[in-house]
């Protein structure tokens, strides 16, 4: 058994960008990243990459260059948790022991959820955003589609980035615009919930697009099966009479997949009745266990499962590790803080920002950038600021920004 003052599990944007900010604040602790891939990805470029503005390579990069020097990178998964006496169990049978554990794992995409689906993502015109090596394809099917059906899907909530099912819409309908082929392709956006958007502000912009697209919207309507070869989508549709099952024919289809907690941690102790870890929404540490925190897609708490969630919550795991460390109470909080910029056309963006119970909270003053409106400034921060921020500020522990509030007498 080897042991650490922090084990982190998952080196995606949460588990980077804690580790940064932990050795920021502590520069002797010992530290171990469990990640058992090779490459690191920032997911929020794959909306850009469907849309034809990025290149699949801008969105990776190896996680060696990441991992900080100064922490041990422990390339395989975390199998089992066994929080009472402060371990857990990796794939190769080593345990590690720790003092403070931070779960940052991500979300598991759920393709099998859908019958048909899996066999068929990549061929038949059938693609995702929310694959790195499928996000190439979206592109080339747009450019390739000169009419017929394109379908998009959204399924139930939690997903991570819950407008990324949209901008997909609103960016491949601009590109048939553009080429003048819009009015000879039928879009079709299939949304499981029952709103456009869980934000009302925001909603009136988006569906100003909507009818501009000419989009058929389907509210309450669920992927339920895939027939890639037949080229046919089935949708569960809540109505009036009840739940009709629908048939739609398609020439290409844009599915987001249902998401669910990783299996090792629906499967352990830390998780809650929805499978995530749960932890305390303000200062993310478990709700039973006082030295495991979680951040990111894994955390149990009602935020938008975003980067743009996880650059804040970092330093507040980070604060409140080192103080549980040091046998202090942990007293920096988290405000629920999310963002999603909706990529409505190229070139043009509407900057979802909200915290906890979809509170506004606009990180630039409104006369500079108003994000209930479609702005060029908000693409600008969305194609060249956000990514540097990512790769040079959040993953290098250069808390621009994000500094956490600090309940008093903590
Ligand atoms: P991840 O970054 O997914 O990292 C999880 C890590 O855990 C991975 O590296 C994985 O390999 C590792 N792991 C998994 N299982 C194990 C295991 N058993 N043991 C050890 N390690 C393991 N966010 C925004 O802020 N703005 C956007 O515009 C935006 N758009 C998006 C568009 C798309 C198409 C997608 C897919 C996501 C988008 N997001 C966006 C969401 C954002 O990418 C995620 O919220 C963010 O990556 C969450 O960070 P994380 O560290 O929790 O998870």
């Not at 309450?220 to 009709?244: H, M, N, Q």
């Not at 630039?364 to 600021?385: D, H, I, M, Y």
Request: hydrophobic fraction near 40%; aromatic fraction near 10%.
């Amino acid at each position: 058994t080897q042991s650490y003052d922090v084990v982190i599990l998952g080196g995606g944007a949460a588990g980077i960008a804690t580790a940064a900010s932990l050795l920021k604040r502590r520069s002797d602790l010992t530290i171990a990243i469990v990640e058992p891939s090779g490459d690191h990805y920032y997911q929020p470029g794959w909306t850009l990459v469907g849309g034809g503005v990025f290149s699949q390579e801008q969105t990776r990069r190896s996680e060696v260059t990441l991992i900080p020097k100064e922490a041990n990178w422990i390339r395989e998964a975390v199998v089992s948790f066994a929080p009472e006496s402060n371990g857990v169990t990796l794939s190769n049978g080593a345990k590690l022991h720790y003092r403070a554990l931070v779960v940052a794992l991500g979300i598991k995409l759920d393709w099998a959820a859908i019958p048909g689906l899996a066999e068929t993502l990549g061929k038949n015109g059938v693609t995702s955003n929310y694959r790195y090596d499928l996000a190439p394809y979206t592109w080339k099917l747009v450019q390739e589609l000169q009419h017929g059906t394109a379908i998009f899907t959204q399924p139930p909530m939690p997903i991570k980035c819950a407008g990324a099912p949209q901008k997909a819409v609103y960016l491949s309908c601009d590109a048939w615009r553009r080429r003048g082929v819009d009015k000879d392709i039928a879009v079709e956006f299939d949304v499981a919930g029952p709103s456009l958007f869980g934000v009302a502000a925001f909603v009136p912009a988006l569906m100003n697009y909507i009818r501009r697209y000419k989009v058929d919207l389907e509210l309450k309507s669920k992927l339920v099966a895939v027939d890639g070869p037949k080229g046919i989508a089935t949708f569960e549709r809540v109505r009036e009479g009840g739940t009709e099952t629908v048939e739609r024919k398609f020439e290409m289809l844009h599915v987001v997949p249902p998401q669910v907690a990783p299996d090792v941690v629906r499967e352990s102790k830390l998780a809650g009745k929805d499978g995530f870890v749960t932890v305390d929404p303000a200062t993310l540490r478990h709700v039973t266990y006082d030295n495991i925190f979680a951040l990111g897609d894994v955390a149990g708490t009602s935020n938008a499962k975003t980067a743009a969630a996880a650059r804040k919550q970092a330093p507040v795991v980070a604060h409140n590790v080192v103080a549980t460390l040091a046998h202090r109470a942990p007293n920096a909080e988290y405000d629920g803080y999310g963002g999603c910029p909706l990529t409505v056309e190229r070139g043009k963006i509407v900057l979802a920002e909200f915290g906890y119970g979809g509170k506004l909270m606009p990180s630039l003053p409104k006369w500079l950038l108003n994000g209930e409106k479609p702005t060029r400034l908000a693409w600008f921060l969305k194609e060249k600021v956000m990514p540097a921020l990512y790769w040079y500020a959040m993953l290098k522990g250069r808390e621009i920004m994000v500094k956490p509030k600090y309940k008093t007498g903590g």
